[in-house]
């Protein structure tokens, strides 16, 4: 079968799998599913929780989006024991606080929103974004060496961490790593796109 990735492209999950497929230029089908695209008994069928994404290739159906990017990593992305540290603390750390605050400011209508639950989720974020900033300082990359899935993991938020308009601190390394990570076409073409569609009305 064609190498397939169910998932919406406005999902930041399944948008680290796309990047990654743009990274080593694997050719691959993807079905709009989840969110508006529905198709839930589908994805049920492939993965208990009847979450986005799922990959399929060769007979293997994996689900979790950085096992999906593991995965691929074997077909030209670095990927070792540090880069797999700074994944777990994405999932961990850095991506709970950053969903609140998109929640916030994004899926919810302005009447909707808490100032209490955006002050916690902006103070845990920016405090993410600290530790992100001093490891930085140290190494251009966060596996110490070379762009890796610790990037894909940690840096497809960074697009929007940025745009949307919420109490950010200043993380100049961060910015710098940013900017570094938006120069790669595959991260244009993946990462930095329009979310409107998950926009409160």
């Known amino acids: 079968m064609t190498p397939t990735l169910w998932g919406r492209a406005s999902s930041v999950n399944v948008q680290k799998v796309m990047w990654a497929l743009a990274e080593i230029g694997l050719e691959h089908?993807?079905?709009?599913?989840?969110?508006?695209y529905g198709r839930v008994d589908e994805l049920r069928a492939l993965n208990p929780n009847a979450r986005v994404p799922i990959w399929q290739e060769d007979g293997l159906t994996l689900?979790?989006?950085?096992?999906?990017?593991?995965?691929?990593?074997?077909?030209?992305?670095?990927?070792?024991?540090v880069a797999d540290q700074w994944m777990e603390w994405t999932t961990s750390t850095l991506q709970p606080s950053f969903i609140a605050i998109f929640w916030q400011m994004v899926r919810m209508r302005p009447e909707e929103r808490s100032a209490e639950v955006l002050a916690k989720q902006s103070e845990a974020l920016n405090a993410a974004l600290g530790i992100?900033?001093?490891r930085l300082e140290q190494s251009p990359w966060l596996n110490g060496s070379a762009f890796s899935t610790a990037e894909i993991a940690a840096g497809s938020l960074m697009y929007r961490i940025h745009d949307i308009d919420w109490?950010?601190?200043?993380?100049?390394?961060?910015?710098?790593?940013?900017?570094?990570?938006a120069e790669r076409p595959g991260y244009r073409a993946t990462v930095m796109t329009s979310y409107e569609e998950l926009r409160a009305n």
């Open 29 to 36: 089908e993807r079905i709009d599913a989840a969110g508006k």
């Open 132 to 134: 992100l900033d001093d």
């Open 167 to 181: 109490p950010k601190g200043d993380f100049p390394r961060v910015s710098d790593w940013y900017a570094r990570l």
């Open 63 to 81: 689900w979790e989006s950085h096992a999906i990017v593991r995965h691929l990593a074997a077909r030209g992305i670095a990927h070792d024991p």
